[in-house]
């Protein structure tokens, strides 16, 4: 009896510490992060400008209804959702691909594996900028569609035309983070059984079979993860859109929810607006990474 | 049958070379671009747009390094931006690193009331986008005073949910055996978190202080608000800048997105080895 008393005192002074290894972190957590969303929430129920030392204004959902109402959110919506479902499924299809190209090759993998990563280790800016040359009128984009098409001295106006412009911004962002997502591919498929392959394989599945049927069903945790982070990452795309906007490029195009948050908030200073937005956005997220979870809960994964 | 073998070997050389074709046709998409970089932050403006281009240059024009550093208005704040940008990301990506093992410690190999829900907040937490908290954050921050100080780029970013996460992940690994035999030794814990665990948690570490200080290294958004003075701003916005104004000089141009590259080149091939560990690590807990 005694003992036991003593051993949950040990337990108890051991969870102390645990409490005290874990406050600092949630004492920020409460203020950084669970407090301002909290108040973006709050808000963006008023309408406040943020130069004026004015007392913000309670118009209940008012907020909401102008945006539901402007043009311009619905833009933005729009060319959000064309730059994600565009770069999200370039992405996804592509780095699965590649990942798989490079895991049959026995040679140059690790080299394969660098270079595909390099463009991750430049920053988002750098890409913009980078890309924004090749792009001009005179740069590489159109020499190279030129020289395939046969059509030499053409400008596709890359920056200018809205279609061409948004297609730019997720060719740069593709190229930015492929990569990275392919090592995790890799990475999946490492951790697949090779007997499992293998066994297939010798019941005569052809390779296409054997990728359907056996890779790919295995390979579903990986997906449901690259799904998740690939689509959070290209909802909140902000850089290249602000630095080819900046460069001159019109905004209308590519003016995705983040670049619409920031010029409401900084430029224009509608502080209730832009909070407002940027709800908007946080639940579209919460709703796509709900989606995912229970499409690929449906299907549970075993090895069996 | 031989027949049969031929037409198969012969089938499957043409996939090797299909998916050759492939790999190397996305090699020129990757690599093209940062070729393009560094052979035209060596040329002066007129040879960088000339058609076709051409991917040798000329002769080296390190001026443009020089106009990188000396910035279009002669006032050298490349090197102010950089020491900020160094400064920032180093000490955001140190102290990221130390509370989130501490956190992640703490969640992976104690049990208190309230676990359950603090590890909840935590992953919540991690849905958070920026753009959301932004906003306050702003207000928070410039009516504490900290706009344009290096407090207001640091402090809302000294530790992160993910890495809390990425930290427990990889402690829960952790053998308690090794924990109770220093306890046993007469170990406090915090000597334990200090000489047992931190030691041993190398590749996660290394993880986290590489994607840490990426993301630190890439952050325009946050700067573009909190530092309107050219003293306080970071690379990012000042390669922004140079962007702006790029029909004056692409060459230069290129040659500061280089040099604004190097500190991450460095850090990623001194750390790469861990990172591929890491990057299994990361899978392996998937979502």
């Not at chain 1, 430029?267 to 990474?289: D, H, K």
């Not at chain 2, 499957?12 to 492939?22: H, R």
């Not at chain 2, 907040?121 to 344009?148: D, E, H, K, R």
């Not at chain 2, 220093?182 to 406090?188: L, M, Q």
């Amino acid at each position: 009896m005694r003992r036991r008393r003593a051993r949950r005192g040990i337990c108890e002074r051991r969870g102390r510490w645990g409490w005290a290894f874990v406050l600092p972190s949630l004492v920020f957590f409460g203020l950084f992060s669970i407090y301002p969303v909290l108040n973006a929430l709050y808000l963006s129920f008023f309408q406040k400008h943020l130069l004026s030392s004015a007392a913000p204004r309670f118009i209940g959902f008012g907020n909401y209804q102008y945006l539901f109402q402007s043009p311009t959110f619905w833009n933005s919506l729009k060319v959000t959702g064309i730059f994600t479902g565009g770069t999200f499924a370039m992405l996804v299809g592509l780095s699965l691909v590649l990942a798989l190209f490079i895991s049959s090759r026995k040679r140059f993998q690790r080299f394969l594996q660098l270079a595909f990563f390099s463009p991750a280790v430049v920053s988002t800016v750098v890409a913009a900028a980078i890309w924004l040359l090749i792009f001009d009128p005179r740069g590489i984009a159109n020499q190279l569609v030129n020289t395939f098409a046969g059509t030499p001295g053409v400008d596709h106006r890359w920056l200018v035309a809205p279609g061409m412009l948004q297609f730019a911004t997720m060719l740069v962002y593709v190229w930015k983070y492929v990569g990275y997502f392919t090592i995790i591919f890799i990475a999946g498929i490492s951790s697949i059984p090779r007997s499992l392959i293998e066994a297939a394989r010798v019941d005569g599945a052809s390779v296409w079979q054997t990728f359907w049927k056996v890779t790919f069903p295995l390979l579903k945790p990986t997906t449901l993860l690259v799904s998740v982070v690939a689509m959070i990452q290209c909802l909140r795309t902000f850089s290249t859109q602000y630095l080819f906007s900046q460069a001159g490029s019109p905004r209308g195009p590519i003016d995705v929810i983040t670049l619409n948050v920031y010029h409401t908030a900084v430029r224009t200073f509608q502080i209730g607006r832009a909070s407002a937005l940027s709800i908007i956005l946080f639940a579209i997220m919460l709703f796509l990474s709900w989606l995912q979870f229970r499409v690929a809960r449906s299907e549970e994964v075993s090895y069996l | 049958m031989r027949q049969r073998n031929a037409v198969r070997r012969g089938r499957s050389a043409l996939a090797t070379a299909g998916v050759w074709l492939v790999l190397g046709v996305v090699l020129v998409y990757i690599l093209g671009p940062l070729v393009f970089m560094v052979t035209a932050s060596l040329m002066p403006a007129m040879e960088v747009t000339r058609i076709p281009y051409r991917w040798i240059p000329q002769g080296f024009h390190w001026q443009n390094y020089w106009q990188a550093i000396r910035g279009n208005d002669g006032r050298f704040f490349f090197v102010r931006n950089m020491v900020n940008s160094l400064f920032v990301a180093t000490t955001i990506t140190l102290s990221t690193v130390v509370l989130s093992t501490i956190t992640g410690y703490g969640l992976a190999k104690f049990r208190f009331r309230g676990r359950k829900a603090v590890m909840l907040l935590i992953v919540a937490t991690m849905m958070i986008p920026f753009q959301v908290v932004m906003i306050p954050l702003y207000i928070i921050t410039t009516s504490l005073g900290m706009q344009n100080s290096y407090a207001g780029l640091i402090v809302p970013f000294l530790v992160n949910a993910f890495g809390v996460f990425l930290m427990r992940q990889y402690l829960l690994t952790f053998p308690d055996d090794i924990l109770d035999a220093a306890r046993i030794d007469g170990a406090s814990e915090v000597q334990i978190l200090w000489r047992v665990v931190f030691p041993s948690s190398w590749p996660a570490i290394a993880t986290l202080a590489i994607l840490t200080f990426r993301s630190q290294w890439d952050n325009l958004i946050w700067p573009l608000l909190i530092a309107q003075s050219r003293e306080m701003q970071t690379i990012p916005i000042y390669i922004t800048l140079f962007a702006e104004e790029k029909f004056t000089d692409e060459g230069a141009m290129m040659a500061t997105a280089v040099l604004a590259s190097l500190p991450m080149v460095l850090l990623f091939f001194g750390l790469s080895r861990y990172f591929v560990g890491g990057a299994q690590l990361f899978s392996a807990q998937k979502g």
